[in-house]
């Protein structure tokens, strides 16, 4: 079982910056994919970034060249830098860790962290 917990959220003016941090109770090395999620009131929950364990990222085209998704495995902290915030970044922010080596082998598990609500509003 892989616990998240996220953090960092809040009410940000148009046009500034965030860090969202996610902690996990496993060592993130093993994870195969880390995400981050977004979902506004009526939307469905879409992704925003994630990282793989060798260290490749994938962005959603409306945050490209505004966020950055990074991951710090002796933390066991994945990280989501939001920059040029804008009101349509307003939503329920979710961590989400895809995959998991164990022991056993490959485990093809998703898990969810609890959401940070980030607000973008002047």
């Known amino acids: 079982q892989v616990q998240l917990v996220e953090s960092g959220g809040g009410l940000v003016q148009p046009g500034g910056s965030l860090r969202l941090s996610c902690a996990a109770s496993?060592?993130?090395?093993?994870?195969?994919?880390m995400g981050w999620y977004r979902q506004a009131p009526g939307n469905e929950r879409a992704l925003v970034a994630d990282i793989t364990r060798d260290g490749r990222a994938n962005y959603a085209d409306s945050v490209k060249d505004r966020f950055t998704i990074s991951r710090d495995n002796a933390k066991s902290t994945v990280y989501l830098q939001m920059n040029m915030l804008k009101p349509e970044d307003t939503a329920v922010y979710f961590c989400?860790?895809?995959?998991?080596?164990?022991?056993?082998?490959?485990?093809?598990?998703?898990?969810w962290g609890q959401g940070t609500q980030v607000t973008v509003s002047s």
């Open positions: 989400k860790a895809r995959g998991i080596y164990t022991t056993y082998g490959y485990a093809p598990n998703d898990y």
């Open positions: 496993v060592n993130i090395f093993n994870i195969h994919t």
